[in-house]
């Protein structure tokens, strides 16, 4: 079947396209060339004003497994709300998986990313994002507390042996990208260490988080993964915690590196508050080296819930749990997870400056193409608040007006007021579509060329930016219409993406003997058969390009 | 780890080695099943109760029966239907079923508008129930065997339920600590004579408390742990006992605190499981200490899961109308049982059902010579996870997912395709949602 989307406005800027008005032809789920005069497409949709983009790829949201499960069970108020009523559940901050799957398609989006997947509850999270309808999903692994790598680090094996474990351990959890969050620091708590500094030799293995971290950098550059290791870094929430941001761009010296929800980790300790914004030291380091890119974790205002597989840093902000209720697990020998409820209060001090700090990075950060459009959902906000925090960045009298608001204080804290940049439609397409795709790998999407994937969102271009990105009038996924004026008229499964990145088997030998010493499981149960993945028919494999990044 | 199938059928054993055990949560993932042709399957590895008895249990198939005559598949699949889709109150539970199962189970429940929950899931209740008030501390059992140089087991031997809980997660010393010892406490409760010999190596403290007030056990040591020699006795449990623990609490570097709430007898055990989260929470502003809520037998844990993902709040919930509502109290099934006016129980995982109410109107989906004090209207015999087809199932520790692989063909229909079948054979409805 052939589909023409006509005289639509294109924002894709994988393209060079900037508003420039043309067609779109969709046969068999992909973008094709212009088929020529002589073909008659069987379906037509006049698209003549609107504008057009891509499908919405999220490269950071909390959307599966075990903390997420905590997470809903801790939040069970909102599961009484009835706003946006459905059968198959709500939620704003914990939605179901159905709920999950709806919101981001009425919104655009075609993919999201669970960021945060353990090893071992990696077929938990495959289980539960294949229940996720209408986007495709995929998980990132947490790796850098695993009691395995460390050893590894002590017995000084060198760099080919982490990368070969690194390669074993993404092939078996079906994984897409290498995260490290708080590299060190979730072991060390697991031994009462509330605090570990770069340089501090961890207990037990005795390896510091920057030997971690750098090796974790380095394995992720010698298999050739697209995306870079994706760091959630040390001190989260810490004023003062800008110097150990700095000090991890630093130690990654050149290699490629994404610092997520920096937001939380752009802190100084200045001030007559003794907390201050450093955004603007963050925002010229990113902007000085290529090799950085970031996600922001926008903070906005009202009830959510933190999840995190930071137990160190969790295990600090319980106190601040709104309701007052928490939850700390020490999972498996390779990380933990830490569930706090919290409430961002707009005439709270701390609260506002998060805020601003967020909005500070997003406008002083050059290159849309190295900055990502991310609340860490649900940690900072809901993802259903992206179409406020668009308007945000595209509306500078609506910032202004919205700063006002907030605590007192904060204008003097913040420079907010006098940054005049407003984010153009082809810079959010950027920031939202065709940055994500290219950071992940996933060279079939986030863009509008021939052979592109038909994920597609059509907009009425409203001076109102939040309402124009709630509600699209069109969404496309797979060349399939799923939503219309915000409503989902069909629904579809989405698939699973991953690499596959090549590794000396021979690490497995070593690693069937500690699974059976330690995990009490055995190496062949722990890996994850494809069959396994949406039943066998999920899987989407990136290639990985050894040495090229 | 594959099959050792000969490729003509021979009269010897087929012997599958590392094989998954689903049935009591532990995940133990160890054992050798010896296959004795047709479909025998006996259990040579490991002496555990559960998985000998449950392997066992392996009858020939047997066709389904409407009101107590044989009848086709299809034919019971449309009499279910039609039983279910006439019901003003139906109850969809037992759930002992994997992932799928309980997907399928989840989704025709959505259909009917039923109430849904797991036969077993008073344990699961206990301890979430807490865990919603309150939040906890809890841990998993890799850490428990690596890290904990101290385990106090509170009430009633675990090991009751989850057999080789000990031999697997405890006797084996802590990898990640120096030095790796371990010493294991039994608060208010007996060790089996199992657990006393898997446990020969170790220093086993056994303080017999009377175990109805492990929880006042559990308080004591709380107050006790600023100052040891403030303690007062408790359940039974001298002063001097209780000081010397607290005092061992604080200095032990990963404390493990494990409980098997369904194993707690008398109303309101979930305060006791509070005060037990409690002592957790305590003990970690001296040093490392958390909780091991054990109950996981027939993917009850799994099973609230997938519930929890798909519908936002757990099992004992009601998808009558609305938004999911769920009441851990009104949609208990054995209360909602007396009210409920057909009821699917799905029990894959054993050929066993709870007596049901005299003229209850019962779809039962359950392995072949489940025995019935009343004949159901509908009964369709179903094969059992990780026996007669792979299955995921959950461990207790709510962490790891495993996957059963399927042993013997029996020619039985798993809980999935028989509860999609039911569904589908309902009218029809547009989109969901």
Same mark, same amino acid.
């Given at each position: 079947m052939l589909m023409k989307l006509a005289g639509g406005r294109l924002y894709d800027p994988a393209n060079g396209r900037d508003g420039a008005v043309g067609d779109l032809f969709v046969r068999d789920g992909r973008i094709v060339a212009? &088929?020529? &005069?002589?073909a008659a497409p069987d379906e037509v949709h006049d698209l003549s004003g609107r504008v057009v983009m891509a499908g919405a790829i999220d490269i950071h949201s909390h959307i599966a497994g075990g903390k997420v499960n905590i997470a809903r069970l801790l939040m069970a108020e909102e599961h009484r709300a009835a706003e946006g009523a459905c059968g198959c559940g709500v939620g704003l901050a914990t939605p179901s998986t159905h709920a999950t799957g709806c919101r981001y398609a009425q919104m655009g989006y075609t993919a999201a990313f669970e960021p945060a997947m353990l090893p071992s509850n990696a077929r938990h999270a495959h289980l539960e994002m294949a229940d996720i309808p209408l986007i495709d999903t995929g998980g990132y692994l947490v790796l850098g507390n695993d009691d395995l790598l460390l050893e590894i680090l002590a017995s000084g094996a060198g760099e080919d042996a982490v990368a070969d474990y690194v390669g074993f351990m993404l092939n078996a959890t079906r994984s897409l990208a290498v995260k490290a969050v708080n590299p060190g620091g979730i072991n060390a708590f697991k031994y009462n260490r509330r605090r570990l500094d770069v340089d501090e030799n961890g207990p037990?293995? +005795?390896?510091t988080p920057r030997r971690i971290l750098t090796a974790l950098a380095g394995a992720v550059q010698r298999l050739g993964i697209p995306h870079p290791l994706h760091l959630h870094g040390f001190n989260l929430g810490v004023p003062g915690n800008v110097e150990a941001t700095l000090d991890s761009i630093a130690a990654v010296d050149g290699l490629r590196l994404h610092l997520t929800h920096v937001q939380f980790h752009a802190y100084g300790a200045e001030g007559d508050r003794k907390f201050s914004s450093a955004a603007a030291r963050v925002a010229e380091a990113v902007n000085h080296r290529p090799n950085i890119s970031v996600d922001v974790g926008q903070i906005m205002f009202g009830q959510t819930v933190t999840a995190s597989a930071d137990t160190m840093a969790q295990m600090n902000n319980a106190g601040l749990a709104h309701p007052k209720k928490w939850v700390m697990m020490d999972i498996e020998c390779d990380a933990g997870c830490g569930v706090v409820p919290f409430r961002y209060r707009d005439k709270a001090f701390v609260n506002a400056l998060q805020w601003a700090i967020g909005l500070e990075l997003f406008l002083l950060i050059e290159d849309p193409w190295r900055v990502f459009l991310t609340t860490d959902h649900p940690n900072g906000a809901p993802f259903t608040s992206y179409p406020e925090l668009i308007r945000l960045l595209m509306d500078r009298d609506y910032r202004l007006a919205r700063l006002a608001e907030l605590h007192p204080a904060l204008p003097e804290h913040t420079i907010l007021g006098s940054l005049t940049r407003e984010y153009s439609l082809g810079e959010i397409a950027t920031m939202t579509r065709a940055a994500p795709a290219r950071i992940l790998g996933l060279t079939d999407r986030g863009h509008l060329g021939p052979g592109a994937v038909a994920d597609i969102t059509v907009y009425t271009d409203r001076p109102d930016r939040r309402a124009m990105f709630e509600k699209p009038d069109l969404v496309f996924k797979d060349g399939r219409l799923i939503v219309r004026d915000g409503v989902v008229v069909a629904f579809l499964q989405g698939r699973t993406h991953v690499v596959e990145p090549a590794y000396d088997p021979t690490i497995e030998s070593w690693m069937a003997r500690r699974f059976d010493e330690r995990m009490g499981q055995r190496l062949t149960h722990f890996r994850i058969a494809e069959e396994e993945i949406r039943g066998g028919t999920g899987l989407i494999r990136h290639a990985c390009q050894p040495g090229s990044f | 780890m594959a099959s050792d199938r000969p490729p003509h059928s021979v009269a010897r054993p087929v012997v599958h080695r590392d094989v998954v055990c689903p049935f009591c949560g532990l995940g133990c993932d160890d054992l050798t099943v010896e296959e004795e042709p047709p479909a025998t399957l006996a259990v040579r590895s490991t002496d555990c109760p559960v998985a000998i008895e449950r392997f066992s249990r392996t009858l020939a198939a047997e066709p389904p029966r409407v009101a107590g005559v044989p009848v086709p598949l299809a034919e019971a699949v449309d009499a279910a239907a039609a039983v279910l889709g006439a019901a003003q109150a139906p109850l969809v539970a037992g759930l002992g079923t994997d992932v799928e199962g309980a997907r399928s189970a989840l989704a025709l429940a959505g259909r009917l508008g039923a109430v849904v929950d797991h036969a077993l899931s008073d344990g699961l209740y206990r301890n979430l129930a807490v865990l919603q008030r309150t939040g906890w501390i809890a841990t998993t059992l890799a850490e428990l065997r690596n890290r904990c140089d101290l385990l106090l087991v509170a009430g009633p031997d675990p090991a009751a339920l989850h057999p080789r809980l000990f031999e697997r997660w405890v006797a084996p010393a802590p990898a990640f600590q120096t030095p790796p010892s371990r010493e294991v406490v039994f608060l208010c409760g007996e060790p089996l004579d199992t657990t006393r010999a898997a446990l020969s190596g170790l220093p086993v403290t056994v303080l017999a408390g009377d175990p109805a007030k492990s929880g006042d056990a559990a308080a004591a040591l709380a107050a006790a742990l600023p100052d040891p020699s403030r303690a007062s006795g408790a359940a039974g449990i001298a002063a001097g006992d209780i000081a010397a623990l607290a005092e061992r609490l604080v200095t032990a570097r990963y404390t493990v605190v494990a409980w098997s709430a369904a194993a707690f007898d008398g109303p309101h055990a979930d305060l006791t499981v509070e005060r037990l989260v409690r002592l957790v929470r305590d003990a970690n502003r001296h040093t490392r200490c958390a909780g091991l809520p054990l109950a996981g037998d027939d993917n009850v844990i799994g099973v609230n899961q997938v519930c929890t993902w798909r519908f936002g709040v757990p099992l004992r919930t009601s998808l009558a109308g609305g938004i999911p509502l769920h009441d851990p109290h009104r949609f208990d099934w054995a209360r909602y049982m007396a009210v409920a006016d057909a009821v699917v129980w799905v029990? +894959?995982?054993?050929?066993e059902v709870p007596a049901f109410p005299a003229g209850q109107t019962i779809v039962a989906l359950a392995p072949p010579g489940t025995a019935f004090a009343d004949e159901p209207a509908v009964f369709i015999p179903v094969g059992t996870p990780g026996i007669d087809h792979p299955a995921h199932v959950f461990r207790s520790d709510t962490v790891v997912a495993l996957r059963a692989r399927g042993l013997i063909d029996r020619n039985l229909p798993d809980a999935a395709t028989v509860l999609k079948a039911i569904a589908a054979a309902l009218p029809q409805e547009g989109l969901p949602c």
């Open positions: 212009d &088929p020529g &005069p002589g037990f293995h +005795a390896i | 029990s +894959a995982f054993r050929p």
